[in-house]
């Protein structure tokens, strides 16, 4: 059996050799294949969520990133996240002392706990609250409440489109701490279609938040296997601000981030640079209010 | 080979006679009068013409008639832009699929249908628009010089009807709310005060609901029509799903009224443009599709009417649960809406039984200018800055369009950039001006006066003089003044106020609206 995913113009096969499940829930299509190479992988509507191969590399440098530039993370909000995946990071912190993970989706959270075990068990972590809403519903009327808000929703396109738009991020900047930060995925620059999301994506991060950038990674199971992620601040720099030393202290084990490579990851290729700059022209910073 | 094609062949023409015995035993079948009011499910899950275009396509009928395009082979960019499916049903009328200017078959049953489902005598099939449904009920209740009783409220398509047909409009003035600044609706009393006055007039047409969600006691109002022999014609463009869903307003067949024009492409879910005219027992459907047949095409599009016959079985099967659900979300979004503090979205509590006889609740609209912004603003915002495009934006109000086809995820989205808005553009609402209702004053009817010498003069220039030509910001579409009606200081600064906010004005000659045609003294 083959798998394909992605657009119309570039498709890129994994051989599948069963499938393991299948639902249709209220939001999206949910099915779990396995793979050879990939180990199990989840879909939703027909395209790849994450493979138990490589989810690693996403929950990883969605987390350790910023907590290792915020001095002390005490209240963290994930958005999406059903997978438990983003979780299962946070809880090595100590100091993090509470962590609501925000999925409208039951199903897809039911189908996370059944066939991925090892990235669910976060959800057992007694810091560890599940709600089950939408996460612009959530956000409505919180303010400067997270010290940490990952978006850690799928994409811009179908069920939550809602969570990459102006209106999200500025429920974002609003429901941070006057020194929170906001990580969000950022998808990939490569192919056309994504590129305008991309662009339109940092243009709202930008006008919102003091401080954006943009960092990297290399996901195999991405579309074009390069993926961007967003680091939003109000006051820490990811750079500047970034302590390797206590994090290296803390002794959490990884796979894929480093502090060698979290400073590699902000260093971007020429094409991605002016894209960006490209879409910071003309965009005047909000008012912070 | 051969032995296939003579089988292909056979099957065809099975499926062909299959079809047309059916036809003839629908076609033999009348119903009696009795039955009419009474909706058929059964009957209602049939849709005869989509049917009829799907035996159709098929048949793999070999075209050398009109459209040119040839089920989209002569145009492969609009094949690839509308789909093959879609250009192969872009065909013209034949006999299998009947034809709209007179109708025998297929297009006659499905009005048929149509009729049952909405408790009408009548329906016909529009394929220009609410515009011709409306043009089509004031020119059929009204000649020249003859009366017609409306509110100044209604939507430009009433008053360009007068000017084909050359009768007179006796308006009736609406309350307008004292907060939010929206046109109410036609009280009775007004009403009446309006027939006494006007003996001689000839019809009473009332828009309800309004754009607003604003109902008339539409019994009331169709009684007093009866009583002096007068028709009773209803703008119904925004009342589709009274005649389906539970617990919401009247509908104009219901009431009893003569004619009504119904938007099927609103809230009932066809394609933009197909509409629907539904006439009550004292119509004479002879008379009415003559009128139609005056400025109607004779190459009505199939996607249009089959979109019509699809959303009737959709509406007749299912659309009691779709409005519920639609009145559900629109509920939650003002409720939710109200709680950010600043905008108003309101709903039943405007209910007074005399300027607000009843309200739509499917119909989400919000008061902006508490949190500093005209609706304008706030529409431009929504879809400049978040990608939610909205109906309309006015001077004081919003109306976002909820409908069969929303989703939970999108009305959060919407609240949530009204929150953000709020956040990022609240001004001081003081030196926001509302603009009151003033009730023009009709010099000359609008077909003399359309037709009269004009001078085209500077908009400040005006004041004093009677417009030649309608000004209206789009939407709604409601002109602010018509042709023949005097122009005053306030009129004018209302449209200045309006252009400077960012309302798209329409009906002048001149596109910028900085001139407006005037009759020549």
Known sequence: MDMWLYTDNSKMSIPVSRQLYSAESEYQKIAVFESPQYGRLLTLDGDILFSAADEFIYNEMVVHVPMSVHPCVKNVLIIGGGDGGVARELIAYPEVENIDVVEPDEVFIEACREYFPDITRAFDDRRVNIIERDGLRFLRGKVGEYDLIINDSTDPFGHTEGLFTKEFYGSCYRALKDDGIMVYQHGSPFFDEDETAFRAMHRKAYSTFPISRVYQAHIPTCPSGYWMFGFASKKYHPINDFNPVKWNARGIKTWYYTTNLHIGAFMLPRYVEELLIEAEKNEIKAVFR | ?521
Not at chain 2, 34 to 47: H, P, T, V
């Open chain 2, 1 to 521: 080979m051969l032995r296939s094609v003579w089988r292909r062949q056979s099957q065809a023409q099975l499926i062909q006679k299959i079809e047309q015995s059916r036809m003839n035993f629908r076609g033999f079948f009348i119903f009696p009068d009795i039955w009419r009011n009474i909706m058929d499910i059964e009957r209602q899950k049939s849709a005869p013409l989509y049917e009829a275009l799907e035996a159709f396509r098929r048949r793999r009928v070999v075209p050398f008639d009109v459209p040119g395009h040839k089920r989209g082979r002569g145009n492969p960019e609009l094949a690839q832009l509308l789909g093959e499916k879609c250009v192969g049903l872009d065909v013209n009328s034949m006999k299998p699929l009947d034809n709209l200017c007179n109708p025998v078959s297929v297009i006659k049953e499905a009005e048929e249908l149509t009729a049952e489902a909405f408790g009408a005598n009548h329906a016909f099939f529009m394929v220009s628009g609410t515009t011709s449904s409306v043009q089509t009920m004031v020119l059929a209740a009204c000649k020249a010089g003859e009366k017609i009783i409306l509110p100044r409220n209604v939507h430009k398509s009433v008053i360009n009807a007068l000017i084909l047909c050359g009768g007179i409009p006796v308006y009736v003035k609406p309350a307008v709310h004292p907060d939010i600044g929206i046109a109410l609706a036609m009280e009775t009393a007004e009403v009446e005060k309006a027939v006494l006055e006007n003996p001689d007039a000839v019809a009473i047409l009332v828009n309800n609901p309004t754009y607003y969600g604003i109902c008339s006691d539409l019994k009331a109002i169709t009684k007093l029509a009866h009583d002096h022999n007068m028709l009773m014609l209803v703008d119904e463009a925004h009342g589709t799903h009274l005649y389906f869903g539970e617990n919401l307003p009247c509908s104009a067949m219901e009431a009893g009224a003569d004619m009504a024009a119904v938007s099927m492409h609103k809230s009932g879910g066809s394609l933009t443009q197909s509409s629907l005219l539904l006439l009550g027992k004292n119509m004479d459907p002879g008379y009415v599709r003559n009128i139609i047949n005056l400025t109607q095409t004779t190459s009505a599009s199939y996607l249009l009417l089959s979109s019509l016959d699809i959303s009737r079985r959709n509406l007749a099967l299912r659309g009691k649960e779709s409005f519920a659900k639609v009145v559900k979300l629109a509920a939650y979004a003002r409720d939710e809406i109200n709680c950010i503090g600043g905008y108003y979205a309101y709903g039943s509590e405007l209910i007074d039984g005399v300027t607000v006889s009843d309200f739509d609740v499917t119909k989400l609209l919000v008061y902006t200018q508490g949190i500093g912004l005209t609706g304008i603003e706030v529409y431009d915002l929504l879809r400049d800055e978040y990608d939610i495009q909205i109906e309309f934006g006015d001077i004081g109000n919003i109306l976002a369009y909820i409908s069969i086809g929303d989703r939970i995820q999108d009305i959060e989205r919407l609240v949530g950039a009204l929150e953000d808005i709020k956040r990022l553009y609240s001004k001081d609402p003081n030196g926001l001006y509302l603009g009151d209702y003033v009730q023009p004053e009709v010099v000359y009817s609008p077909q003399q006066s359309f037709y009269a010498q004009k001078e085209s003069l500077p908009l400040e220039k005006t004041a004093g003089r009677i417009a030649g030509e309608s000004i209206m910001c789009y939407p709604p579409g409601i002109p602010i003044l018509a042709p023949g009606e005097r122009v005053t200081e306030d009129i004018i600064h209302h449209i200045r106020f309006a252009k400077e906010k960012g309302c798209s004005l329409q009906g002048t000659s001149d596109q910028n609206a900085d001139y407006l045609q005037v009759i020549k003294e």
